[in-house]
């Protein structure tokens, strides 16, 4: 492979960009890229994603509706269910999910099922990179050997191979695909050098390249064990303050006055979304093949993974002051997203504590203006239609389980008989006689 020749194409935008897997991440990307100029195709299985893409009709929150139909309308994006067109592309990222299966170990399927439908289709001189988080030792040991034995081509001579990390935080105001920092491993300096010239030529973040996929992959693992062990820290000691009567939200917004050596972070009913509660079992599944216990990560992972259980109990404690057991009581709960002002309801917390009433008998119903359906162990969801002073009045307990902003709050109290806020989503509210907080 020419490296050379392969930047001044880059630099002259002269390249086809693939990307595998069009969700919260692989959509935005492939957004990106057309938008700087290179021409991009979108691989899904999904026959309505692709249909969807090819219509300029957008799905994701991240993605501007008028940027995907122009560039469509452009011919500078389509998408296709056939993977054979990978033939046509200089660049591939493969962007799919990365789930734990039901005894929470690493699902790969996904990755390996994506790698072996594009490795018969390789050209030589591709870039392939994958993006999707997953346990240090993947790109090398897993997908490596994949593209290898299905293209017929090897991995430095025939291909370049890399590692970078998704950085996406649905719903962020400030930070998006395009201006998030990148960083990249690869299989040797020139592939490094190729695949971080092409995120350069695409995004305005900056990239930091490090020694290996490796690196890369413990990286955003790093980020993400990082969160859930200090929300596993503030929820443990949400948990004491409720015990000696402190307010542990006003200890927060205390402690992050000090403007050195502390980071706030805030408890809530548990964890969601595609990362955070997922990627420390990654981490301590591949730790045991070294003979190592993450005891610290997976302290927090239990922590949390508690949450909606004892939200749940918190909920029957505020019940059975006003004389109503648990067993028959109507609860609303007011938010399923994962996390406020965005409709990605996977892994949410909400669910769960949703599911946690239900086995103690309470009638649950939910309001989300965010989140009209949603699906969890099979069974579909509905929200109530509105946010009506009847509806509220009519449950005997509110809990506040996602922070969405455009939920008038002081309504909610006004009408509530009592309201759990989890997420101190009340904290504007000045009267709180009937309300109590995480």
């Known amino acids: 492979m020419n490296s050379n020749r392969l930047k001044e194409r880059i630099a002259d935008h002269n390249l086809v960009c693939g990307t595998v897997g069009l969700g919260y991440v692989g959509l935005p990307l492939a957004v990106e890229k057309a938008k700087a100029g290179f021409k991009t195709v979108g691989f899904d299985v999904q026959v309505e994603r692709a249909d969807m893409v090819n219509r300029g009709e957008n799905y994701i929150g991240d993605v501007v509706q008028e940027d995907l139909a122009a560039l469509v309308e452009a011919g ?20 799919v999910p990365t789930p734990l299966d039901v005894h929470q170990m690493p ?5 390996e099922a994506s790698t072996r439908e594009i490795a018969p289709h390789l050209k030589t001189g591709v870039m392939v990179v994958l993006e999707s988080t997953t346990y240090p030792g993947t790109t090398e040991e897993l997908i490596l050997p994949i593209l290898e034995e299905g293209s017929g081509l090897k991995c430095g001579e025939g291909f370049y191979l890399g590692f970078s990390p998704e950085r996406v935080d649905p719903g962020n105001l400030i930070y998006k695909t395009k201006n998030t920092p990148k960083v990249v491993g690869a299989v040797g300096a020139d592939a490094l050098e190729c695949i971080s010239a092409l995120y350069e030529a695409v ?19 790093l980020e993400n064990t990082y969160r859930n062990v200090n929300i596993g820290l503030v929820n443990e000691l949400a948990m004491l303050c409720d015990r000696m009567g402190i307010d542990v939200w006003e200890v927060i917004d205390a402690a992050k006055t000090k403007p050195y050596g502390f980071t706030p972070f805030y408890p809530g009913p548990g ?4 990362c955070i509660p997922l990627d420390p079992y990654y981490l301590s599944w591949k730790a045991r093949e070294y003979g190592f216990h993450t005891s610290m990560i997976e302290a927090s ?12 109990s918190r909920a029957a404690r505020i019940l059975n002051r006003a004389g109503k057991a648990m067993m028959g009581a109507k609860v609303l709960v007011l938010g399923v997203a994962y996390k406020q002002d965005i409709d990605d309801y996977r892994e949410s917390p909400a669910l769960r504590v949703i599911e946690r009433l239900e086995e103690r008998g309470a009638e649950v119903s939910y309001y989300d203006p965010w989140v009209r359906r949603c699906w969890y162990k099979g069974t579909e969801k509905e929200s109530i239609p509105e946010l009506s002073a009847e509806a509220i009045a009519s449950a005997d307990l509110i809990l506040v389980a996602c922070a969405h902003t455009n939920v008038n709050y002081a309504f909610v109290q006004k009408h509530a008989k009592a309201v759990l806020d989890t997420k101190n989503a009340m904290k504007g509210v000045a009267n709180r006689e009937n309300v109590e907080v995480l």
């Not at 020694?211 to 413990?218: N, Q």
């Not at 992972?301 to 749940?312: F, I, K, L, Q, S």
Request: hydrophobic share 40%.
């Open 203 to 221: 995004l305005e973040g900056g990239v930091t390249r490090v020694s290996s996929p490796a690196v890369a992959e413990m990286e955003k693992i």
């Open 107 to 111: 699902d790969t399927s996904y990755m």
């Open 271 to 274: 964890l969601g979304g595609h």
């Open 76 to 95: 500078m994006l389509e998408a296709t269910t056939d993977f054979s067109r990978v033939s046509e592309c200089d660049f591939v990222a493969i962007c």
């Open 301 to 312: 992972m239990t922590v949390n993974d508690g949450m909606p259980e004892w939200v749940a």
